[in-house]
């Protein structure tokens, strides 16, 4: 069974920084990501890592901020979260692209001001 379980949310303030982590079962995955969706919006992309890692991809309102990378022999992928702002506030999920799309079930952060 092909498994993506989050974990490392919370509430931070601003300021504060938080790592969340994706572990991966029942396959390898070629590119993986992280999205986002805040309530009343539609989920949207937040950074994307390639299989070898030497490929990273950011939306804009992260970028400097926010660092994804991944251990493929522990199959996991991380998000580094620095300097967090009240509009970081969302469900993170966490995303693998194989044959097929894989989602997890979410985590939520929280950033108070």
């Known amino acids: 069974q092909v498994q993506l379980v989050e974990s490392g949310g919370g509430l931070v303030q601003a300021g504060g920084s938080l790592r969340l982590s994706c572990a991966a079962s029942?396959?390898?995955?070629?590119?993986m990501g992280w999205y986002r969706q805040a309530p009343g919006k539609e989920r949207e992309f937040v950074a994307r890592?390639?299989?070898?890692?030497?490929?990273?991809y950011y939306v804009d309102s992260v970028k400097g901020r926010f660092i994804i990378s991944r251990d493929n022999a522990k199959n996991t992928m991380d998000l580094q979260m620095n300097s967090l702002k009240p509009e970081d506030t969302a469900v993170y999920y966490c995303?693998?692209?194989?044959?097929?799309?894989?989602w997890g079930q979410g985590t939520q952060v929280t950033v108070s001001s």
């Open positions: 890592i390639n299989w070898s890692g030497t490929s990273t």
């Open positions: 995303n693998g692209q194989a044959v097929r799309e894989y």
């Open positions: 029942g396959r390898k995955f070629f590119d």
